[in-house]
């Protein structure tokens, strides 16, 4: 493996809040160790076009606070093809850039993976996701400020339904895992949580919804993960509750993109910061083909290939809590 010199840094996927702070973290590594830092916008598309910026430490100042991304991000269908990804290191050649980090989540460092398998590129993976779904760290950059997001908003809700004794089933992002649902649901005090790992089942639903309204509560919230199954939607819940539980008035609120914006909380910054440091100082190490991560409070690096095959896991321990607290 040739020496390091530059750094080519991009975010890829969908966005989350402490992207730019993991990029921050990035490119004042690279300037602490002395080396040079390219920023790549739009993902992998822009690496084809060879859409490229020189970075430096004053280059991504008071962008730590920022949600989003500012060097973009998109998806590319021209990087799925392996021309595609031949004119991308062909770009990557010709800017003198010798490593890459990627931040993002599953399919971004499986792109990532493929790329460095035909072309012996190092790549360094940072996770970047608001669904928590990658395996190789307990937190995802984003993560904990959509938690902090979600529960602000469902305290909110919470008035609504107290004020008129309702029924509201709030959608979350969760198409795959049930991860923001969970934990923002028992930090809620919903009193029902519905995500992909457990299929809780309409009679069961309804068994809990009748039993909180024998108990007294005059107003229910239920979180659903957007890929819960026991249901084609949430609308479809609503209208199924409603006519097998008519003392009910039923309200939906999906709560949609509004989950991937904001100020990142001080945890994301601090979790992107420590990413970013760890990715550089992996690279220049002679490590590649790795994503860092957080396990028990330190950081830690793991294959690719193992980060995308396997999968998070769900909290059993946090789902027994949430059927306690519920009662």
């Not at 919230?221 to 949430?234: H, R, S, T, W």
């Not at 609120?253 to 979790?271: A, E, T, Y």
């Amino acid at each position: 493996m040739k020496e390091i010199k530059k750094i080519g840094v991009m975010t890829s996927g969908g966005d989350s809040p402490g992207m730019n702070a993991a990029i921050r973290s990035v490119v004042r590594t690279c300037a602490f160790y002395g080396i040079e830092s390219a920023g790549i916008y739009r993902g992998y598309q822009g690496m084809i076009e060879g859409d490229f910026i020189e970075l430096n430490a004053r280059s991504v100042k008071g962008i730590i606070n920022k949600g989003g991304t500012f060097l973009k991000s998109a998806r590319s269908k021209d990087f799925r093809t392996k021309e595609g990804r031949k004119e991308a290191y062909n770009q990557l050649v010709k800017a003198n850039i010798d490593a890459l980090v990627v931040i993002g989540g599953d399919g971004s460092f499986t792109g990532a993976l493929i790329f460095n398998q035909e072309f012996d590129f190092p790549v360094m993976g940072i996770p970047g996701t608001i669904d928590n779904d990658i395996a190789g760290t307990s937190h995802t950059i984003g993560y904990d400020t959509t938690l902090n997001t979600v529960v602000d908003v469902i305290d909110k809700i919470r008035d609504t339904a107290s004020s008129h004794n309702r029924l509201f089933f709030v959608e979350v992002m969760g198409r795959d895992v049930g991860h923001i649902a969970l934990n923002a649901g028992v930090g809620a005090g919903a009193e029902e949580i519905l995500i992909p790992e457990e299929d809780l089942g309409l009679d069961r639903l309804l068994e809990s919804l009748t039993r909180s309204k024998e108990s007294g509560k005059s107003s229910s919230i239920v979180i659903v993960a957007e890929g819960d199954k026991i249901g084609k939607n949430v609308f479809e819940l609503k209208d199924y509750v409603e006519e097998n539980l008519p003392e009910y008035e039923v309200r939906v609120s999906v709560l949609g993109h509004m989950q991937r914006g904001g100020s990142p909380s001080c945890f994301d910054r601090v979790l992107a910061s420590r990413m970013g440091v760890k990715a550089v100082e992996s690279l220049l190490e002679g490590k590649f083909n790795l994503m860092v991560g957080l396990k028990s409070d330190k950081m830690t690096v793991t294959p690719l290939a193992k980060a995308i095959k396997g999968q998070s896991k769900i909290n059993k321990e946090l789902i027994r809590v949430s059927d306690i607290m519920s009662i």
